[in-house]
């Protein structure tokens, strides 16, 4: 044999390790603490899946695009989460584990901070213009939270309690910030049920779930769509939106803002921060707050909450026959919501004048998955007449979505808590 | 209902499970109903207001047209013209620039003749 061949990295490294090992030995290590605290040592099955689960969400992102700047902090955390180790470690490592650096980035998670700041990004970069040109595609956004609704059922069918049902229910609003804002509330692994046992913690499932579904809107709508539509219905052409003035912006936020919170007031953190980060757009005055809240700070926000919403995955919390429950709940819920959209503007076309005829397709977008809904109403649209945009309108109820999820959360957190 | 391991069981859903959703889907519905009917009024209040606001300062009535807002196609046609024109006001103007003539009134304190590069010659 030759020697070159002899020489070859695996060869290398194992030398190597005898020769630290040795050394360690000598200098009056103990190697066995030493291997016993490494992840090879600790490592299960359930580690593995998930590690290969978070390699599977980045590959999502990067090879299809979906939704990366979310999938990807999340599919890091997925392997973060998962790295084993030995609990009786000297210092705090794991998410749970109380004064561990995760466990801090966490608790914006937990107290509901940073859905509050993606909120005020989005509210920063949203423009109300279709919604107040054509107030009445709102409906839609309204429309579409029955998907909510019927999986609030489903989950108490399936057996989860009250408190868990309404927190895995808002997936089926397709928002995943207000899905972890409301687990977060609801949902924790602290809080305590009627018959004294603790809720399960579901924040991991229910925001993995949420974000999946969203980033397969462009999978998941089309065949509804096409299935609940005519070629003819599909091809309406709506009336060009208006011009609409800042006044007007600026009193659709303050109006929006006091309506909401005056009948839904546990949805403040949510509803204050979107319509405030909208005051800051609109009024013209304060462009530099209105640029960092929909750049920076959106974005700092989005890598916290992904990487640490993927952390909180550990394989003993997310293994278990209620994640996938979540999960076919959450395809339900979906499906529902993107069908009650569509449903409710065909039945209002019954009532409107020829020349305001709505056209089914945007219905779909009254989910809140922004802006990704909406550009599939876009592309199914495009499909049936290449001259027809409905970008513009599918904007209207894909907001109308986000406020809707938004005050649903906190109905929910009112009538539960 | 046992299927696998999933538990079917519709009794779970007691009169408390229904009051949520019957009371909190007509909240979501009503409320956002109330911003369309809000705005929806909305427009009108502000085309009222705007005439009453136009009578009083001219005094006497102005023919005010069915709708003021003009629409988003009205809006890009308006914008295109305008850019159009500003380009090619922009070219004008390089083009003008460029081409001009400036005449000078000759001045010896320019001149080349007398520039220090002028070698002196001996003799």
Redesign the interface.
């Known amino acids: 044999m030759k020697l070159k061949t002899f020489f070859s990295w695996p060869v290398i490294l194992v030398i190597l390790f005898c020769v630290i090992s040795q050394t360690a030995i000598a200098s009056g290590i103990d190697v066995n603490q030493l291997w016993k605290n490494t992840g090879f040592h600790n490592l299960e099955l359930g580690n593995l899946l998930m590690i290969l689960f978070g390699i599977l969400l980045i590959f999502l992102a990067v090879r299809f695009e979906y939704k990366p700047l979310i999938l990807i902090p999340m599919g890091v955390g997925v392997i973060i989460g998962n790295i084993p180790f030995a609990h009786e470690a000297a210092f705090p490592l794991g998410i749970y584990k109380e004064g561990s650096v995760m466990n801090y980035l966490y608790q914006g998670v937990l107290k509901g901070i940073y859905p509050s700041l993606i909120f005020l990004g989005i509210g920063a970069m949203t423009d109300f213009s279709s919604l107040?040109s054509n107030?009445?595609l709102?409906?839609l956004?309204?429309?579409a939270?029955?998907g909510i609704?019927v999986t609030?059922?489903g989950a108490?069918?399936?057996?989860f309690p009250?408190q868990e049902?309404?927190a895995i229910a808002l997936i089926g609003g397709a928002d995943g910030n207000t899905a972890i804002f409301l687990s977060s509330q609801l949902a924790n692994g602290f809080r305590t049920l009627p018959d004294g046992t603790i809720v399960q913690n579901l924040i991991g499932p229910i925001a993995i779930a949420a974000y999946i579904y969203m980033a397969l809107v462009p999978v998941i709508q089309p065949p509804i769509m096409k299935l609940l539509t005519t070629k003819k219905e599909r091809r309406i052409r709506m009336k060009?939106?208006?011009?609409v003035s800042r006044f007007?912006k600026i009193?659709?936020s303050l109006?929006?803002l006091l309506?909401?919170a005056f009948?839904?007031p546990a949805a403040l953190p949510l509803l204050g921060m979107f319509f405030f980060g909208n005051i800051l757009k609109e009024s013209g005055v304060t462009k530099q707050l209105a640029g960092t809240a929909s750049t920076i700070l959106i974005d700092i926000v989005a890598i916290l909450i992904g990487v640490t919403v993927g952390a909180s995955t550990q394989a003993d919390v997310f293994l278990k026959?209620q994640s996938i429950?979540i999960f076919f709940l959450g395809f339900i819920a979906f499906m529902v919501a993107t069908a009650g959209g569509i449903i409710f503007a065909k039945v209002m076309n019954i009532f409107l004048k020829k020349e305001n005829l709505i056209n089914p397709l945007i219905g779909s977008a009254g989910v809140a998955a922004v802006p990704d809904s909406a550009r599939t109403s876009q592309i199914v649209g495009l499909k049936e007449d290449p001259t027809n945009h409905l970008l513009?309108h599918a904007m209207a109820p894909n907001i109308?979505g986000v406020?809707?999820s938004a005050?649903?959360a906190g109905?929910?957190l009112g009538?539960?808590l | 209902m046992n299927l696998f391991f999933i538990t079917f069981d519709f009794s779970k859903i007691d009169n408390n499970a229904w009051i949520i959703t019957v009371v909190g889907y007509t909240v979501v519905f009503l409320l956002l109903a109330s911003m369309v009917i809000l705005f929806n009024q909305w427009h009108r209040i502000k085309d009222h207001l705007a005439k009453n606001q136009r009578k009083k300062k001219s005094g006497t009535e102005i023919q005010e047209k069915a709708d003021k807002n003009t629409s988003g196609d009205e809006n890009a046609a308006i914008c295109t013209a305008l850019y159009l024109y500003f380009t090619e006001l922009h070219d004008e103007e390089k083009y003008v620039m460029t081409v001009k003539k400036v005449s000078k009134t000759y001045s010896p304190w320019s001149s080349k003749i007398y520039g220090v590069q002028n070698s002196l010659k001996n003799g």
Do not use: H, N, Y
């Open positions: 107040i107030p009445k709102m409906l956004g309204a429309a939270q029955v609704f609030f059922l108490l069918v399936f057996g009250l049902s309404g060009p939106p208006r011009s007007e009193a659709f109006v929006g309506l909401t009948i839904a026959p429950l513009g109308a406020i809707g005050i649903t109905l929910l009538f539960i």
